[in-house]
């Protein structure tokens, strides 16, 4: 196989140097060498501008200018050295030679009398060759880095793992928030100062625990563009390793979520919405509810025990005559009573007179009492003495009542139960109440079935207080409902 032909260009204006040079290179067995010299820098530079190389060999001192001199012309308008330039210097300074890599050279032979350098010198340039390929490739994947990420709608970086966690590269999309790259990728405290002040502490938390410990990172935040204006951003990054698991960097991506954030704002202030309607169109609904029992029983109660009174002492005159009563007198004021004690059941259902008078907790017992007798369904309520002295106002006393006498009226309706359970509690500001039966359950998971909507009125009464209730039921095993009301209103979830 062919060695590889590498094309060099030597600067040197010493013809002992340069016969010295050629010689060593024309010896090298890994590479075959095709040596084109120049005496003087201004004969290097035409020759650069009408030939390719692959390096360039420069002597420091040169007829016409220095080697840094011919370095800076040679440099690009980027500032960068366009070749490899490998500088052979007589002086062995430390110096000269970091100033000469400063301005672009990649490496540097001392010029030993001995002529030792000449032993390394093909060497040397293998070496260089390889570091430029591998900068080339850098360069590159680089390249190619940026043209993927750069046609993303998102913010693309990469931060250094240790320090101060210096980003090395942000996407141009920042200029999203009115900033340059340079603005961040210069100032490790940028990227920080943008996040909104009541999220900062929190992300700078997140960042910091991703970077030392878990290596993710999952966080979302406010920032502040330029011009004042926040945005919501969701940051995910991961830590990128190297072959033999070894952290490099952490490579992330900030996407913004605005418009995420806002659909979410506005869905919860409908739900909010729609919570204050139904909280209002219940609270009309108890007043007409105790509206409608207050004219029943003003109205209806009053002509029904007028006409059992008028019955009975029709019966009693006729007693008191000694005429047997006629016996549709009697069955009319059996009927009567009847029709009196049913005013009384709808007027309690509609709204109990206890629950004004003595409070919830003995509405609550006396309607678990009514149920026992009215049904012949085992109904153990028990009222803790901490919930007794917690202070519960009238709409969540309302409240209370409605889901027990809802809960009971579903067990005694659909459960077939022998036994239910009334307990009620408090703790820590928090109403616990607990309705447990032995009945048949229900699959809680099938949709619109006849205890959905039901469950979901009592939910939503509940969320507008800021509590939270659960039903769980299995089939055949009975059901359970189990409340928890703050006393103090709290956001609903």
Known sequence: MQPAIIRVLLV???????????????????????????????????????????CVLLDYRLPDRTGLEFLDELADSTGEVPVPVLVLTGED???VAVEMMRHGARDYLYKDTEGRYLQTLPAA???????????????????????????IQAITYVRELG???RLRYISPQISALGYAADDWL???AAPLAAIHASDRTRAAAAIAHSIAETGTLRV????LGKDGRERWFRDEAEVVRDAAGRPLFQQGILIDITQNKLAEEALRESREALRRLAAHQENIKESE?????????????????GIKAHVSVSCERAAQAGATPDPLLREAARLTEEAIQAVRRVINDLRPSVLDQLGVWEAIEWYASQVEARFGLVCDCTIAASAREAPVDPDRSIMLFRIVQESLTNVVRHADASLVSVHAAAKDGVILVEIRDDGKGFATDQPANRHS??????????????????????AGKGTRVALRLPLETRDAP
């Not at 209806?300 to 025990?305: E, F």
């Not at 909507?453 to 299995?474: A, K």
């Open 12 to 54: 040197e204006d010493d013809a002992v140097d340069r016969i010295a040079c050629r010689r060593a290179l024309a010896a090298a067995a890994v590479h075959r060498f095709e040596v084109a010299a120049a005496e003087t820098a201004d004969a290097a530079l035409d020759h650069l501008r009408s030939n390719r190389v692959d």
């Open 93 to 95: 300074s430390t110096e």
């Open 125 to 151: 340039i293998d070496r260089m060759l390889r570091g430029q390929r591998l900068l080339e490739d850098k360069r590159q994947a680089e390249a190619m880095f940026r043209a993927l990420v750069e046609q």
């Open 163 to 165: 320090g101060e966690g």
């Open 186 to 188: 210069s100032d490790p």
């Open 220 to 223: 979302e935040y406010r920032m």
């Open 289 to 305: 509810r105790k509206r409608i029992a207050q004219e029943i029983h003003d109205e209806l109660g009053g002509l029904l025990t």
């Open 453 to 474: 909507w039901g469950i979901q009125g009592m939910q939503e009464r509940t969320r507008h207080f800021g509590g939270q209730l659960t039903v769980s039921s299995i």
